[in-house]
């Protein structure tokens, strides 16, 4: 009788055993292909983080595969607060599509900034970012720049920057992201 029970207990094992190398091989391989599956993009000179008025630490790599459009802006600019209706118009109507805006406001205050998306509705990831203009070489604001989901710079804004001009580039992007996918 303990000879039956060895056995079974030996039997158990090696099932149990077998269960776990094979967990482990479906684990690997499925850790490798969501790793393989995330796009990429090279930003280049143009790659910064920057931590959003929420509290998000945001590197503009995260967004590859999208279509991104930096726009680099002060609350107390005019160009900037006559542009901000169209980009939150653009944004509610391409989000599902792949196209994000990350808004970097320069040369203000966190309450100045906070103030200003509340009157315009501003949706999109917003934060502070001085170095960011910096780094972008800005000398006038609104400076924008829109980035094709592989991280290529599809143009250079720099002023007032209309959604109808903004538009067709974006439509032209985003079919580039739905070819890649």
Not at 17 to 27: I, K, N, R
Not at 140 to 149: A, E, R, S, V
């Amino acid at each position: 009788m303990m000879k039956g029970n060895d056995r079974m207990k030996r039997l158990i094992l090696a099932g149990i055993m077998v269960l776990c190398a094979v967990w482990m091989v479906y684990a690997f391989q499925s850790a490798k292909s969501s790793k393989a599956s995330k796009p990429a993009a090279n930003y280049g000179k143009y790659e910064f983080s920057y931590t959003t008025l929420d509290g998000k630490k945001v590197n503009l790599s995260d967004y590859a595969g999208k279509t991104v459009l930096v726009n680099i802006w002060a609350p107390w600019c005019g160009p900037c607060k006559l542009e901000t209706p169209g980009f939150v118009k653009i944004y509610k109507e391409y989000k599902e599509r792949g196209f994000e805006i990350l808004s970097v406001a320069v040369n203000t205050n966190e309450s100045d900034v906070r103030e200003f998306m509340q009157k315009y509705g501003v949706q999109f990831p917003v934060g502070i970012g001085d170095n960011v203009g910096r780094q972008y070489g800005t000398y006038g604001i609104p400076d924008n720049y829109l980035f094709n989901p592989d991280g290529s710079l599809v143009k250079r804004f720099v002023g007032y920057t209309k959604e109808e001009v903004l538009r067709p580039l974006l439509e032209e992007s985003l079919k580039l992201a739905a070819k890649t996918k």
